[in-house]
Structures are given as structure tokens and as C-alpha cells.
């Protein structure tokens, strides 16, 4: 019995379906049933009810489960011992980032932590949102950068920054002689989107009171600079946010903001149990203390009590 053998049950329980918990520990599904039907010869008993739809933990296997998941917190809380001791956010880091923040985020962020924090070795993960929060409860991420709320109750959290939507359009179109777009010109307007899975896409939808299913499929791209490029082309209007408007201006692109308070906020998101929160709140305030300029810093973050 390993650690990375309760790792992948607690996958299991958590997805409930054997494709989607080895996708969740980047590994391939016959992989992951392997090693859980071996740990149940080890057991000697029965962990999970299978049947062609479900899979479902047995009585013992909740049992399991539950002193596997306080064992990896444990392993963790060791882990950070040795950190603790060496001063704050020393040692390997693993933050996860959404693709809509990282690009612009981090070339900030990454340059201030080598600095404030030299024995600070960062591994950054960029995916969707989804995936990052499944990494994070699978032990396989430290905390992660998304766009609040993060919709898990599993989960603690700070919010950092507010960024304001732009709506970007292609240069030479006729001006709409308002300078500030409001809710209202959004309502039932087409966009140029990303594709399914990005938080950014579900914002804009609803900001435009568009439903997922009647929205343009004839263009989804994976980056907002590839959207980017296409208004630039006259293809169409996206909704941008305020620090990927950085070069935008001068590329065959015209910026409007959106009225005061639409947008979204930026969050650090941690699994409750996570042992390290004040090196949590160190990160924040060092990312709140070094934001790119267009964004809004919440509230101040407070030291937490060591």
C-alpha cells in the first residue's frame, strides 16, 4: 500500500467513475483500476460496488477512505514541518492558474516571490478550473488562482483583486457614441467565446443572457489572444479582461470598458485541511502588493496566526 494508491481511492470517491478519477490523477484508467483492485486483495475485502453505470464505496471502503484522506493530510502536515522551520514559503510550491490570469499574472508575481522569497521554489500549473480544483483535492496542487467563487465547500479561500470587463471590437467599426457599455447593450449580443470549461466563456454568456446552447459555434478558441487576433480581423466583439488588454489598443482593436463593477474576482483557493496558511496569506499579500496595472486589490489581507 502506497501513498499514491490512496491518493487514487480518494480519487474514486470523489468522481465516482473510473475514467474520470484517473484523468483527474494523469493516469490511464486501467492503470488506476489496477491498482485499487490490489489494494482491496491487500484489504481483503470489498472497497467498491461496481456495476455498469456506477461505482459505488461499501461500508468498509467509506472507512477506508476516510482514514486514507486523513492520512495524506497528515503526510502533508509533515511535509510543511520542515518548511516551517526553514523560514516562510521555502521549499517547492505547487499553485495551479487559470489560462484567462496566468499570462498576464505571473510575469508580475513570479519576478516579486524571487525576491521576497528566494527559497521559495514555485511550480505553477496552468489548466481550467475544473481540473484545478480536482488537482487540489487530490493532494496534487498547494492552492490554486481562479476566478471566485470557486463553488466547493471543501475549499478556503481569499479574494485578491477585482478585473473589469472590456468589450474589444474590431478598429473602423462605426463608433457607438457611448463610451461605457452597460449590461443592457450586452443583452442577447454574439461574441467570440472560448471554448467549453473556461470560467470566462460562462461570464460572458451570462452577462449577455445568451444560453449555452444558442451561443456561435462557428469559432471557440482555447486563448484569449487568439480572440483577440480575430476581432482584430473584423470576425467579431469578445469580452476581455482588464490585463489582457494590456497591448491590445494599438492591434486593429478598440476597447469600451463595462460599466463600474462588472468583471470578475480573483481568488487564492486551498483544501481546509492544507497545514500552511500563513504561507497563504504571505502569497497573497506579496501577489496584492505587486498587481498589474487595470485591477482593483480587495480588501487587505491579514497575517494569519502561526
Given amino acids: ?15 465516482g467513475h473510473f475514467g474520470r478519477a484517473a484523468e483527474a490523477c494523469h493516469v490511464s484508467q486501467p492503470t488506476l483500476s489496477t491498482q485499487i483492485k490490489k ?31 486523513q492520512i495524506l493530510t497528515d503526510v502533508e502536515a509533515i511535509a510543511g514541518i520542515g518548511r516551517r522551520v526553514s523560514g516562510p514559503l521555502a521549499g517547492a510550491f505547487s499553485l495551479g492558474v487559470i489560462p484567462t490570469l496566468g499570462p498576464y499574472l505571473l510575469p508580475w508575481l513570479v519576478p516579486a516571490l524571487r525576491r521576497e522569497y528566494p527559497d521559495l521554489r514555485l511550480v505553477v500549473h496552468e489548466d481550467l478550473t475544473a481540473s484545478l480544483l480536482d488537482r487540489l483535492m487530490s493532494h496534487r496542487l498547494d492552492a490554486a488562482l481562479v ?14 483583486f477585482d478585473e473589469p470587463f472590456w468589450l474589444a471590437e ?23 467565446l472560448l471554448t467549453e470549461g473556461h470560467c470566462l466563456r460562462d461570464q460572458a454568456l451570462s452577462l449577455c443572457q445568451t444560453p449555452d446552447r444558442d451561443a456561435d459555434a462557428d469559432f471557440r478558441a482555447t486563448s484569449l489572444e487568439t480572440i483577440r487576433q480575430m476581432v482584430a480581423t473584423g470576425m467579431g466583439s469578445t469580452l476581455l479582461p482588464a490585463m489582457a488588454c494590456g497591448e491590445v489598443r494599438s492591434r486593429g482593436v ?3 470598458p463595462l460599466e463600474e463593477g462588472v468583471g470578475r474576482r480573483i481568488g487564492l483557493v486551498w483544501r481546509r485541511s492544507f497545514p500552511r496558511v500563513r504561507d497563504l496569506h504571505l502569497l497573497a499579500k506579496t501577489l496584492q502588493g505587486h498587481l498589474p496595472e487595470g485591477v482593483r486589490a480587495a480588501p487587505p489581507v491579514e497575517p494569519a496566526t502561526p
Avoid at 500500500?1 to 468522481?15: C, E, F, I, N, S
Avoid at 455498469?52 to 477512505?65: I, Q
Fill in 39 to 69: 489494494l482491496e486483495e491487500q484489504l481483503g475485502v470489498t472497497l467498491f460496488e461496481r456495476t455498469n453505470r456506477s461505482v459505488r464505496v461499501t461500508a468498509f471502503g467509506e472507512e477506508v477512505v476516510s482514514r486514507a484522506r
Fill in 147 to 160: 476566478a471566485l467563487p470557486a463553488g466547493d465547500d471543501r475549499l478556503d479561500g481569499l479574494a485578491l
Fill in 254 to 256: 478598440t476597447l469600451r
Fill in 1 to 15: 500500500m502506497t501513498l499514491q494508491d490512496l491518493r487514487y481511492l480518494v480519487a474514486l470517491v470523489d468522481h
Fill in 170 to 192: 474590431p478598429k473602423g467599426r462605426k463608433a457607438p457614441g457611448k463610451p461605457v457599455v452597460t449590461t443592457d447593450d450586452l443583452r442577447g449580443r454574439r461574441l467570440l
